[in-house]
Structures are given as C-alpha cells and as structure tokens.
C-alpha cells in the first residue's frame, strides 16, 4: 500500500509540475507565487479537479445514470435537520487499504454538500450547484501535492 501511495503522490506531484512550468510561461505573472498564479489564470489545483470529478461520478452513481451496482453506497433516510437527504454512511475499516478507495474517501465531502447540490435533476446542474458550492473552497488554487 506505501509503495502506491508514494506513486500517486509522484505522479500528483509531476503533473502538478507541469503546471506549475507552463504558468511561468506568462511574463506577467511570472515572479507570483504558484497558487496566486492559479487564482489570476482561474486554474484548479489537481487535487481539486480530481475531488470535483471524484464528486460528479458520485452524483452518478447515486443517482443511476451508471448501470453498475458498484461502489455499493449506504443511503442513509434519517430525517436528520444537517446537511443532505441523501447522506452515505461510512462503514468503518479496519485497513488502510480501503480507507483510500473512492466509496471511501468521497463520502465526507459528500455529506457535507447541501440538499440543494446533492438533489440536482441533472448532472450539469448538479455541476454548476456544486461549483457555485466549492468556490471558496480551500483546494482551489492551493495545491497540496506540490514538491
């Protein structure tokens, strides 16, 4: 599992590179500091655009437009007055194997969405929602792979 992780993050870390190349190729932004350069060009960090795509697959999967009966999600119907109807409960792991996987890591993010977001009649509403969402969002411009 190390051995994985430490691949994900140098391939996080390389593409996060080229990035970072390419936006010094602008002379007028040139000498900002990376994430300022993210913010004036509106670039996502990768991180952040994985997480957002990681978000509509969820959206997805939840709501059918996947024929597949994987990941399997526990919809929780609490009728709880914080955060969505549509919440997942996070069953425990005992590894570190699978506190990793996609049905996994996604699920706090999801929960913490407002109904608004997570009930879209479509998936690019459910994107225009979840980008209005997100906009502030610490991620955005602020790259956590980065060498």
């Known amino acids: 599992m190390g051995a994985l992780r430490t691949k994900h993050k140098t391939l996080c870390s390389d593409v996060e590179d080229v990035q970072r190349?390419?936006?010094?190729?602008?002379?007028?932004?040139?000498?900002?500091?990376?994430?300022?350069?993210?913010?004036?060009?509106k670039l996502p960090s990768l991180e952040f655009?994985?997480?957002?795509?990681?978000?509509i697959d969820l959206w997805k999967y939840?709501?059918?437009?996947?024929d597949t009966d994987r990941p399997h999600f526990d919809i929780g119907n609490s009728r709880d007055t914080r955060g969505n109807s549509l919440k997942i409960y996070k069953h425990r792991c005992r590894l570190n194997l699978r506190s990793n996987s996609f049905s996994h890591r996604m699920?706090?993010?999801?929960?913490?969405?407002?109904?608004?977001?997570?009930?879209?009649?479509?998936?690019?509403?459910?994107?225009?929602?979840?980008?209005?969402?997100?906009?502030?969002?610490?991620?955005?411009?602020?790259p956590q792979c980065a060498s």
């Open 21 to 41: 190349r390419a936006t010094k190729l602008l002379a007028s932004i040139r000498d900002k500091p990376y994430p300022e350069r993210l913010a004036t060009l």
């Open 49 to 55: 655009r994985r997480k957002r795509g990681d978000m």
């Open 62 to 66: 939840i709501h059918g437009v996947y």
């Open 107 to 142: 699920i706090n993010d999801w929960n913490g969405l407002p109904e608004s977001v997570v009930t879209a009649p479509t998936v690019n509403c459910f994107k225009n929602r979840l980008d209005k969402c997100w906009e502030n969002h610490p991620s955005l411009y602020n």
